[in-house]
């Protein structure tokens, strides 16, 4: 039998995972040293189980997963994220993150439901590939994206009900300025349409022009319209940055900021995500930060 891990073991490879995977969690930046751990021990079990269902690959795997392996593995750590909340060690390849995970969430009194919504969304992307209406992608947002925010703030130690539901309209209209810059990027991945089919039915516009390599007015409307549903979003949870501490409050700004300037990019693009894909380059960063800083046309 190996030794067994140590709890500070558990942290300091979690926040291994989290300073060298290509993806970060929106907000991890400007955290408080004290937080860090507990953040890193989130981002490593949503990040790990995000790449078994998007990538199909899981710690230790020896190649990629097929969908139905995938959706087992993302059961198995479900069930493993309510032992480690409850105290129970958790004997598999993953012991390194859920010592730390159920730590952390029983540390800050954190319901491990926030977790499984996580998993849920991405056992979700293994398997749809379309959405009837926006009705289905705002529920797979409040799974996918919503619980970041809250954990987030939970670390903080804010747990009000107006403070979520800020923070839920941002993290929601966060994904779907990500949905609505890679409509191309989804399409050429695996033929996933986060656009709903209602609404391009509504503008007389089809999924097939989305693989023709321009977006047609129809379409375009049809985007244009989405992007609006964003930026109504992005509105209703801005006040949330005002009644924040810092530096959690600067990240908040600097994050709506982002996906707001996202949205403004596809409007210059003409609707058109289909022919381009809208990015923030490093001149933009640099008048995020400085937007931030000051509060600047925030």
Request: hydrophobic letters at 45%.
């Amino acid at each position: 039998m190996g030794a067994v891990m140590t709890l500070e073991e558990s942290y300091a490879r979690c926040g291994a995972l989290a300073r060298s995977h290509y993806e970060n969690f929106p907000v991890a930046r400007l955290i408080p040293r004290r937080l860090r751990p507990h953040v890193a021990a989130i981002y490593a079990f949503a990040r790990t189980a995000d790449d078994i269902a998007d990538e199909g690959y899981a710690p230790g795997g020896d190649g990629a997963l097929a969908s139905g392996a995938r959706l087992e593995a993302l059961r198995r750590m479900d069930a493993q994220c309510v032992a480690a909340h409850a105290g129970a060690r958790v004997e598999t390849d993953l012991e390194w993150i859920f010592l730390a995970l159920g730590d952390t969430l029983r540390r800050f009194d954190i319901d491990p439901g926030l977790c499984l919504d996580l998993t849920s969304a991405f056992a979700q992307d293994v398997t749809k590939r379309r959405y009837a209406d926006f009705g289905e992608v705002l529920d797979y947002c409040r799974r996918s994206a919503n619980p970041v925010g809250r954990l987030v703030l939970l670390l903080h130690g804010y747990s009000d009900a107006r403070r979520f539901a800020q923070s839920d309209a941002i993290c929601t209209a966060l994904q779907l300025a990500n949905f609505w810059q890679d409509v191309a990027v989804d399409w050429k991945k695996d033929g996933r349409v986060y656009l709903p089919l209602e609404d391009l039915a509504r503008f007389g516009a089809g999924v097939e022009e989305i693989g023709r390599g321009k977006a047609s007015p129809a379409l375009r409307e049809c985007i244009r319209f989405n992007v609006d549903r964003a930026q109504a979003l992005f509105d209703e949870g801005k006040p949330l940055a005002g009644s924040l501490r810092f530096p959690l409050s600067l990240e908040i700004r600097a994050t709506w900021l982002g996906g707001v300037t996202i949205l403004r990019k596809i409007r210059g693009l003409g609707y058109d995500t289909v022919g381009a894909r809208p990015r923030i380059n490093s001149g933009d960063k640099l008048r995020l930060l400085f937007r931030a800083l000051t509060g600047w046309g925030f």
